[in-house]
């Protein structure tokens, strides 16, 4: 399966501690998308990025958020001093780049913040 | 500002019946939308889209969606539901970065 993988699929952890996810887009995308979701809502846009480049930053993102894209493959999301309203499934999407070419995206990591 | 709206939280439908669930849009410049449909647990799968053109989108699943730029709405339909068709479906709407907004979702329940 050549699809967006995310990793690790759940998280738990104590208030307070960092975490990271790590987002692996479908390999010719060259677009990779940042969601965040919570229960009952549709997933909200925290970031993108044009290969290694961030193109655009939610105000959703606090300074405690940051994400990367180093080489232009994979991204890490990290979160520094999580708090309880952190927890959310985090989804990652890429595309192509075409336009309005459609979002493909992996299973998320939900994380829970106790 | 960009947004989508479904209006509906839950459509309730008995298998082999049609289908709508409803989606409007408020967008500048040509829409861009998009259905997709999500699991449990999973990540959102792609139904179809609309750019320009056609009015009615032919979709996976069969599935199909209509645009209708008088009324704003971009809503999706089947004629004969499935048990198998239950699940969260939402409405996305987007613009030339891809960056989707997203609506708040619509559960869909089939009855066998």
């Known amino acids: 399966d050549t699809g967006v993988s995310q990793n690790p699929r759940h998280k738990i952890t104590k208030r307070g501690q960092n975490v990271t996810f790590r987002c692996d887009p479908i390999?010719?995308?060259?677009?990779l998308y940042w969601y965040r979701q919570t229960l009952g809502q549709g997933p909200e846009f925290l970031t993108y990025?044009?290969?290694?480049?961030?193109?655009?930053k939610s105000r959703l993102l606090s300074d405690r958020f940051s994400a990367e894209r180093p080489k232009g493959s994979f991204s890490t999301l990290e979160i520094q001093r999580t708090e309880q309203g952190d927890s959310a499934m985090y989804l990652c999407?890429?595309?192509?780049?075409?336009?309005?070419?459609?979002?493909?995206f992996g299973n998320g990591t939900r994380l829970t913040v106790t | 500002a960009q947004s989508v709206a479904q209006p509906e939280d839950q459509v309730n439908v008995a298998e082999g019946n049609p289908l709508t669930v409803k989606c409007t849009y408020s967008?500048?410049?040509?829409?861009?939308l998009f259905w997709y449909v999500q699991y449990p647990n999973r990540g959102l799968q792609f139904l179809l889209k609309?750019?320009?053109?056609?009015?009615l989108v032919k979709g996976s699943y069969g599935f199909e969606a209509e645009f209708n730029k008088s009324q704003t709405s971009f809503h999706l339909k089947k004629p004969s539901a499935l048990v198998s068709d239950s699940a969260l479906y939402f409405c996305a709407g987007g613009g030339a970065t891809n960056k989707l907004i997203f609506g708040t979702g619509t559960l869909l329940a089939v009855q066998p």
């Open positions: 999407a890429s595309s192509s780049g075409t336009p309005n070419s459609p979002l493909h």
């Open positions: 967008v500048s410049g040509n829409p861009y």
């Open positions: 609309y750019i320009t053109g056609d009015n």
């Open positions: 990025f044009q290969n290694e480049a961030q193109l655009e």
């Open positions: 390999s010719e995308h060259n677009r």
